[in-house]
């Protein structure tokens, strides 16, 4: 591997590792701070890539589709806590495993029978579809520069939401009691609503960004849940920096492991799980 | 030895045939007990739909028999679900007593189910799954298919490639059985022709994060690279070597599965894309013309590659049916009907090899809009080389 190679090697695990720190973001917020086990956050990452793909067909540009879909999911997030989380918060983990794992399956055929089996591209908008040469035979795809500009604002956001602000103040606090926040004379019911629905609309967020890169195909969700789990878990459960680095963790070991024994590289991302857990069980970091 | 075995074999199978029909007999000497098992669900589920289709219209155009009998399906989704495949082929084998299994798409489902037919010597017809080894290692005298090997396009995509002058090539596919026998019939039929391949480059199944590879290719420089990947994989695949300026310094080959029912996806990035396969837009024969026609009145869809290969399960069966007439369902005479065969498919008439996989054209084609549109025969009358069949 000549030096140049190696250097567009490191580029490409720094990308992938903040597209998959982007997907991974809306669970940090429900599982990492609320606590609950979400496994329908691959569903809400898909229903954001086929929201994209039926609002880009609708208004033809990608852009207006993430404006419109946004906030869609925010609605539909806050819906969904009202109609069904909001009574998951006192109760089993086991509970909330069935919930989840229900809702994936209604989701899933819900899509079947909405929009069908078949595979979709959603194209990438005409602004960004440039790409900048590399080395003589390569060049790099704009739009991926640009997913990776989202997310590193996106994680800087989110800490700043979390622990710069009163409301990041509150969820905070909310996570370690509720009832002493209730009795505080917070509305922890409202705080939680806004917190989940943000987790799916980030969910989205990652699934519309990611739709014209990944393409849009049945099943896409179960794809990132497995891998949005072992981020947050190896960043530390609650942390942005955390997961932030976990991504990038990944990234690098997925990337490499890739190219250098091609033989396990199914192996590379649990490796790494493995080692960090045995080095620090509680993730990378931990907080409270 | 071997035909001692055979023998053994034969007698066997008829002794079971033997034993079991007088139940049959006794309720319904005509009908033809069909088992369906396809994925009516999951990702797969357009295919197993097109392939049940397609059955179904070739009985239809018979006037809805086969060979005068009546069909009775027996259905089960198998969900592309190797974990439920056995216990799936057992219920249709065991409690409904099917004479013919017909499945599946996934290949490892289809050697679960192959390994039930063998074990029941139940007679069964295999729609698509390309597992080598269901015609190769595994292959057995009630085992049918007529689809194809993955072995078959790659091969011929090899050639091709080195037909065009490319002298190196890097092949690249999920590390999964499939993807490797593809790439190994590439490599195979490119170095048969004077190529070489460079390098065999995988990713773990279904991980579709491209960009470490691409850049390995980008690195290696050969003169052409072959993919084996299919479904939102191969769309993001094509999407991404194009956005990598790869695609217009290195030609890109493939076996068909890369661009059916994928090129609308991939909006503008597949157009021009070469690739191989026994089916192709704009075949010019009145078979498939007449099919093509019928399907797309009959349900309003276009028919594609798994329709074909269901139409032609329903026409080896007859062909194995008119041996016996109106008769008992004697397997050793159905099967030596069935191994004599010439199928009238629309892809172009077949045969089929004494590992029983069709002896067949595969075309070379090109992605022209929504179309892959037949260029030339990439290798024609392609027997699979069915290593480690003993029959």
């Not at chain 2, 075949?283 to 797309?296: G, Q, V």
Request: proline share 4%; with cysteine; hydrophobic share 50%.
């Amino acid at each position: 591997m000549d030096f140049t190679i190696f250097l567009i090697q490191i580029l490409n695990s720094l990308q992938y590792g903040l597209l998959l720190f982007l997907v991974a973001s809306g669970l940090t917020l429900v599982f990492g701070i609320m606590g609950i086990i979400n496994l329908a956050h691959g569903s809400f990452y898909m229903i954001g890539a086929y929201l994209a793909f039926a609002l880009t067909s609708l208004t033809g540009n990608l852009m207006l589709a993430i404006v419109l879909g946004l906030p869609l999911a925010f609605i539909f997030g806050a819906l969904l806590e009202w109609l069904l989380f909001a009574h998951l918060y006192k109760r089993d983990h086991l509970e909330q495993v069935l919930l989840t794992y229900g809702l994936i399956l209604i989701f899933e055929e819900l899509r079947s029978l909405a929009i069908g089996d078949d595979v979709h591209g959603v194209n990438i908008p005409a602004l960004f579809s440039a790409s900048i040469p590399l080395s003589d035979t390569l060049s790099y795809p704009v739009y991926r520069l640009l997913i990776s500009a989202v997310c590193i604002a996106l994680a800087v956001g989110l800490w700043w939401l979390m622990q710069r602000t009163r409301l990041g103040m509150m969820i905070r606090a909310g996570s370690h009691d509720r009832d002493m926040v209730q009795a505080l004379g917070i509305d922890i019911n409202l705080l939680y609503r806004t917190v989940f629905a943000l987790g799916v609309a980030l969910a989205a967020l990652a699934g519309m960004l990611a739709a014209p890169i990944s393409s849009v195909y049945p099943g896409m969700g179960g794809s990132v849940l497995i891998i949005s789990f072992v981020i947050v878990v190896i960043g530390g459960i609650g942390s942005v920096w955390g997961a932030l680095i976990a991504a990038l963790l990944i990234g690098f070991a997925d990337t490499f492991g890739k190219v250098l024994v091609p033989e396990f590289a199914g192996l590379a991302v649990y490796l790494v799980m493995a080692i960090v857990l045995l080095w620090r069980p509680e993730g990378i970091l931990k907080k409270g | 030895m071997k035909q001692a075995r055979r023998n053994a074999v034969r007698t066997l199978a008829a002794l079971t045939v033997g034993a079991l029909l007088p139940i049959g007999a006794a309720q319904a000497a005509e009908k033809i007990k069909v088992g369906l098992m396809l994925p009516y669900t999951g990702t797969f589920a357009a295919l197993g739909t097109a392939i049940t289709n397609g059955f179904k219209q070739y009985v239809a155009e018979q006037g809805g028999t086969l060979a005068g009998r009546e069909v009775e399906y027996f259905v089960v989704d198998d969900e592309s679900d190797p974990a439920k495949a056995t216990e799936n082929a057992n219920k249709l084998v065991k409690r409904d007593q099917v004479d013919v299994l017909v499945g599946t798409v996934h290949s490892g489902v289809a050697l679960a189910m192959a390994k039930v037919a063998r074990d029941n010597k139940t007679l069964m017809i295999i729609p698509n799954a390309g597992a080598d080894e269901l015609t190769g290692p595994l292959c057995a005298p009630n085992v049918f298919r007529t689809s194809f090997s993955n072995w078959q396009p790659g091969y011929a995509m090899g050639k091709v490639a080195a037909e065009k002058g490319h002298k190196t090539a890097v092949t690249m596919s999920w590390k999964y059985a499939a993807g490797d026998e593809a790439s190994n019939g590439f490599a195979k039929g490119f170095e048969a022709s004077g190529g070489k391949v460079l390098k065999h480059l995988t990713l773990p199944f279904p991980n579709v994060e491209f960009q470490a590879l691409l850049t390995e290719i980008a690195s290696l420089k050969p003169e052409a690279v072959y993919v084996f990947f299919a479904g939102g994989g191969a769309v993001k695949f094509v999407k991404d070597y194009e956005a990598a300026g790869l695609k217009n310094s290195i030609p890109l080959y493939s076996s068909g599965f890369l661009t059916d029912g994928t090129l609308a996806a991939m909006g503008g990035s597949g157009e021009g894309l070469l690739t191989a396969l026994h089916y192709a837009d704009g075949l010019e024969n009145a078979k498939d013309k007449a099919f093509r026609n019928t399907y797309a009145t009959t349900y309003k869809l276009q028919p594609d590659v798994y329709a074909v290969q269901g139409y032609d399960a329903a026409q080896l069966l007859k062909a194995g049916l008119d041996a016996v007439k109106g008769g008992k369902l004697e397997q050793p005479a159905m099967i030596k009907a069935m191994e004599a065969a010439t199928i009238d498919s629309p892809r172009g008439a077949f045969t089929l090899s004494k590992a029983h996989n069709p002896v067949q054209d595969i075309y070379l084609r090109k992605a022209e809009g929504q179309e892959n549109k037949v260029v030339s025969v990439a290798a024609a009358k392609l027997a699979d080389p069915a290593r480690g069949c003993r029959m």
